[in-house]
């Protein structure tokens, strides 16, 4: 079974910033596109940004011009890089892909265990 893990959350201050992380692992044929989502306490998950194959990058209206997503390192599938954080940010973070295990095979949406964020003086 495909796993997939966050890493970087952290305590910083508003104005801050800090880059997630997600890694994956078993066994993957393709990544057909990864995204990153959010949940706060007493609020539903919501889409923060995701970077499909063959399109372009989109955001949350909340986090455009602030966040980035990006797949360039090796390590790591798909980072989020975090600008000029807000109180408003604070939630645990977590990574989505859309994976395909096998050669012409179905896709599958799989979620990480969650990472948290929180933005506080």
């Known amino acids: 079974q495909v796993q997939l893990v966050e890493s970087g959350g952290d305590l910083v201050q508003p104005g801050g910033s800090l880059r997630l992380s997600c890694a994956a692992s078993?066994?993957?044929?393709?990544?057909?596109?990864m995204g990153w989502y959010r949940q706060a306490p007493g609020n539903e998950r919501e889409l923060v940004a995701v970077?499909?194959?063959?399109?372009?990058?989109n955001y949350a209206d909340s986090v455009r011009g602030r966040f980035t997503i990006s797949r360039d390192n090796a390590k790591n599938p798909v980072d989020l890089q975090m600008n000029s954080l807000k109180p408003e940010d604070t939630a645990v973070y977590y990574c989505n892909a859309m994976i395909r295990v096998r050669t012409r095979g179905p896709v599958y949406r799989y979620w990480g265990q969650g990472t948290q964020v929180t933005v506080s003086s």
């Open positions: 078993g066994s993957i044929f393709s990544i057909d596109s």
């Open positions: 970077i499909p194959s063959g399109g372009s990058t």
